[in-house]
Structure formats: C-alpha cells, structure tokens
C-alpha cells in the first residue's frame, strides 16, 4: 500500500505567476483535502474533494482551485501568485469522507518571490 | 481566538523528564487528533481520540469531552521525540489545527 505523495517538494514563483501542485492519495482512499501552513502556523483548511467533487472550502479566495481526477489523484491550482502565498502546503487523504483519520503527504514547500 | 488553542508553544526538556501538551479547543468535533511534524514538514498521525485515553509506547493522550481540553503527555523523553507537536480536531469534514508546540529534548 502506497502513502500519500506530493509533487513538487520545493518550488519557487514569481508574483503574478501561477502554480500547480499535485498529490496522490494513498490506495484505496477516495477523499483528499489540501492545508496550507505559513511558517510556525498551524496548517489551515482550503478545501477538500471527495469523488471528484469540491465537498468542503476553507476562507481561501477563488483564485484556489483545484482538481480530483478519476484515480482520486489531486491538484491544488494557485493563480496570481502573491507573496503571503509563500507556505507548506500538504495534501491528506482519507478512505471516505465519512472517517476520521487522514494520511498526509509530505508537503510542497512555494516560495514566492 | 482560536477555535483550538496549544500550550505551552514552545517547550525544553532535558531528557528522561515527562512532557505535558494541553489542548482546548471551543468547536463540536467528532475526534481530536494528535500529530507530529520534523523539519521540513512531513506529518504523522500519533493519536486520534474521541473519547477517554490511549496509550502507544511513552505516548499517552486523554481528552475530556465536557471540558474541551486533551493532553499529549511523553513519558522518559528523549532527543529523538523533539518535533512540533500538533493538535486538530475533526469539525465538519474538515481539520482545525493548533499553532503546535515546538519540542526539543536536550540529551
């Protein structure tokens, strides 16, 4: 059984840009949230996708989207880039919607520059 | 205010010394849970609680649902257990987090 993996580990942007990141649930697990944490912050809900659908959003602007595709896979799409989006940003994916307990990937670390 | 509050945020102990974190927390949840974070970033799931305590080798965790208020204690603690330690609770589908406690264990 495979973890919860994400890509990039590390990336750097320029303001205005726009950025993609990816995660892969862990086998068999249909649900995938995305958090971002700013340094020395606990991490903080942006939304979550449950079978493709957004289930769930966080008091992040619209310029968060994101994607499930059929594998349950994820994106978290970031357009405008501004600096304050400098952050961990770590994916968890849980078995149903229903259950408590979330895996988490190991993060993606942007700097905005 | 936070809706789950930490303390303290920052914590030294020298080893072998027992280690207490409290949790509060002012929303509905459905579980709490404890996880711990290295440098550079990864987090792993310790303990999640709905209610009473458990227990996982010189970790131990209780909530009391009435009082809204968890603690994470570390009994004969060692180098390798410094680590911010991370409070959540399961609220409406989503996670809600703590600031975390920031641990380091001198030998």
């Known amino acids: 059984e495979t973890g919860v993996t994400q890509s990039p580990t590390h990336l750097i942007k320029t303001r205005g840009q726009q950025v993609t990141l990816r995660c892969s649930s862990q086998s068999g697990h249909n649900t995938v949230s995305w958090y971002q944490q700013a340094l020395g912050q606990g991490p903080q809900f942006i939304f979550q996708y449950y079978r493709e659908e957004e289930n769930g959003r966080g008091n992040f602007p619209p310029r968060f989207s994101g994607l499930q595709f059929p594998n349950y896979s994820s994106e978290l799409n970031v357009n405008a880039l501004e600096l304050d989006d400098s952050a961990l940003y770590l994916c968890?994916?849980?078995?149903?919607?229903?259950?408590?307990?979330?895996?988490f990937g190991p993060g993606t670390r942007l700097t905005v520059l | 205010k936070n809706e789950v509050e930490q303390s303290p945020q920052n914590l030294t102990a020298q080893e072998g010394e027992f280690i207490t974190i409290n949790c509060s927390y002012s929303v509905g949840i459905s579980a709490l849970h404890w996880l711990q974070q290295h440098p550079g970033g990864g987090i792993v799931s310790l303990f999640m609680?709905?209610?009473g305590k458990k227990k996982h080798g010189r970790l131990i965790a209780t909530i009391n649902i009435q009082e809204k208020h968890s603690s994470l204690h570390i009994t004969a603690s060692h180098p390798r257990d410094s680590a911010v330690y991370i409070c959540a609770v399961s609220n409406t589908d989503k996670l809600i987090f703590g600031t975390g406690t920031r641990l380091q264990v001198f030998p």
């Open positions: 968890a994916s849980r078995k149903d919607r229903g259950t408590d307990t979330q895996y």
């Open positions: 609680l709905s209610s």
